[in-house]
Protein backbone atom coordinates (compact mmCIF):
# COMPACT_ATOMS: atom_id res chain seq x y z
CA UNK A 1 0.00 0.00 0.00
CA UNK A 2 1.53 3.61 -1.31
CA UNK A 3 1.79 6.00 1.65
CA UNK A 4 3.33 9.71 1.83
CA UNK A 5 3.86 11.26 4.65
CA UNK A 6 4.67 14.90 4.63
CA UNK A 7 6.33 16.85 7.67
CA UNK A 8 8.01 19.90 8.22
CA UNK A 9 5.74 22.71 8.26
CA UNK A 10 5.39 25.10 10.86
CA UNK A 11 4.52 29.09 11.49
CA UNK A 12 7.37 31.32 10.52
CA UNK A 13 7.38 35.38 9.92
CA UNK A 14 7.78 36.65 6.58
CA UNK A 15 11.31 36.65 5.25
CA UNK A 16 11.59 33.31 6.95
CA UNK A 17 12.59 29.29 5.74
CA UNK A 18 10.60 25.52 6.36
CA UNK A 19 11.82 22.60 4.57
CA UNK A 20 9.05 20.17 3.98
CA UNK A 21 10.10 16.68 3.57
CA UNK A 22 7.47 13.83 2.31
CA UNK A 23 8.62 10.11 2.69
CA UNK A 24 7.33 7.40 0.80
CA UNK A 25 6.37 4.26 1.33
CA UNK A 26 5.47 1.24 -0.95
CA UNK A 27 6.29 2.06 -4.19
CA UNK A 28 9.20 1.85 -6.55
CA UNK A 29 10.00 5.61 -5.45
CA UNK A 30 12.58 6.34 -8.56
CA UNK A 31 9.63 5.38 -11.00
CA UNK A 32 7.50 8.06 -9.71
CA UNK A 33 7.20 11.73 -10.52
CA UNK A 34 6.50 13.84 -7.19
CA UNK A 35 4.49 16.70 -7.10
CA UNK A 36 4.43 19.56 -4.48
CA UNK A 37 0.72 21.29 -4.44
CA UNK A 38 -0.64 23.32 -1.52
CA UNK A 39 -4.49 24.65 -0.63
CA UNK A 40 -4.99 27.47 1.20
CA UNK A 41 -8.43 28.12 3.08
CA UNK A 42 -11.37 28.51 -0.16
CA UNK A 43 -9.38 27.51 -2.41
CA UNK A 44 -8.31 24.98 -4.67
CA UNK A 45 -5.17 23.32 -4.92
CA UNK A 46 -2.97 24.57 -6.74
CA UNK A 47 0.52 23.51 -8.43
CA UNK A 48 3.64 24.26 -6.64
CA UNK A 49 6.70 22.48 -7.65
CA UNK A 50 6.93 19.04 -10.12
CA UNK A 51 10.47 16.54 -9.74
CA UNK A 52 10.71 13.96 -12.40
CA UNK A 53 11.99 10.52 -11.40
CA UNK A 54 16.09 11.09 -11.52
CA UNK A 55 15.26 14.30 -10.45
CA UNK A 56 17.17 15.85 -13.61
CA UNK A 57 13.95 18.10 -14.53
CA UNK A 58 12.27 20.04 -11.55
CA UNK A 59 8.83 22.23 -12.98
CA UNK A 60 7.90 25.41 -10.60
CA UNK A 61 4.86 27.52 -10.09
CA UNK A 62 5.63 31.02 -11.19
CA UNK A 63 4.63 32.10 -7.77
CA UNK A 64 7.55 30.53 -6.18
CA UNK A 65 10.05 29.96 -8.59
CA UNK A 66 13.35 31.58 -7.11
CA UNK A 67 12.22 30.91 -3.75
CA UNK A 68 11.15 27.40 -3.66
CA UNK A 69 13.46 24.31 -4.31
CA UNK A 70 12.31 21.33 -4.83
CA UNK A 71 14.94 18.26 -4.44
CA UNK A 72 14.81 14.12 -3.87
CA UNK A 73 16.68 11.44 -2.21
CA UNK A 74 16.17 8.22 -4.02
CA UNK A 75 18.15 6.42 -1.78
CA UNK A 76 15.56 7.77 1.03
CA UNK A 77 12.50 7.27 -0.73
CA UNK A 78 12.11 11.10 0.22
CA UNK A 79 11.18 14.46 -1.98
CA UNK A 80 11.90 18.13 -0.58
CA UNK A 81 11.07 20.89 -0.81
CA UNK A 82 13.04 24.14 0.85
CA UNK A 83 11.25 27.34 1.11
CA UNK A 84 12.50 30.53 1.55
CA UNK A 85 11.82 34.10 1.61
CA UNK A 86 8.49 32.95 2.63
CA UNK A 87 5.41 35.51 2.34
CA UNK A 88 1.94 35.98 4.30
CA UNK A 89 0.60 34.32 0.81
CA UNK A 90 2.25 31.29 1.20
CA UNK A 91 -0.10 30.08 3.87
CA UNK A 92 -1.59 27.09 3.19
CA UNK A 93 -1.52 22.82 3.52
CA UNK A 94 1.18 21.37 1.44
CA UNK A 95 1.07 18.06 0.34
CA UNK A 96 2.47 15.33 -2.26
CA UNK A 97 1.72 13.42 -4.43
CA UNK A 98 3.10 11.18 -6.69
CA UNK A 99 2.51 9.69 -9.94
CA UNK A 100 4.37 6.56 -11.67
CA UNK A 101 6.18 8.11 -14.94
CA UNK A 102 5.71 10.87 -16.49
CA UNK A 103 2.34 11.89 -18.78
CA UNK A 104 3.14 14.63 -20.09
CA UNK A 105 2.69 17.38 -17.29
CA UNK A 106 3.49 17.96 -13.88
CA UNK A 107 -0.22 19.78 -12.86
CA UNK A 108 -2.46 16.68 -13.10
CA UNK A 109 -2.24 13.01 -13.34
CA UNK A 110 -1.18 12.12 -9.76
CA UNK A 111 -2.82 8.90 -8.11
CA UNK A 112 -1.46 9.27 -4.46
CA UNK A 113 -1.49 12.06 -1.69
CA UNK A 114 0.42 12.30 1.62
CA UNK A 115 -2.40 13.85 4.70
CA UNK A 116 -0.56 17.52 4.40
CA UNK A 117 1.42 19.76 6.83
CA UNK A 118 0.44 23.06 7.29
CA UNK A 119 2.74 26.05 6.72
CA UNK A 120 1.64 29.80 8.13
CA UNK A 121 3.66 32.52 7.36
CA UNK A 122 2.72 35.99 9.25
CA UNK A 123 3.63 39.95 8.21
Known amino acids: QVQLTESGGGSVQAGGSLRLSCAAFGLTFSRYTLGWFRQAPGKVREFVAG????????FYADSVKDRFTASRDNNKNTVYLQMNSLKPEDTAVYYCGAKWGFSGTYYSGYTNWGQGTQVTVSS
Open 51 to 58: IRQSGGEI
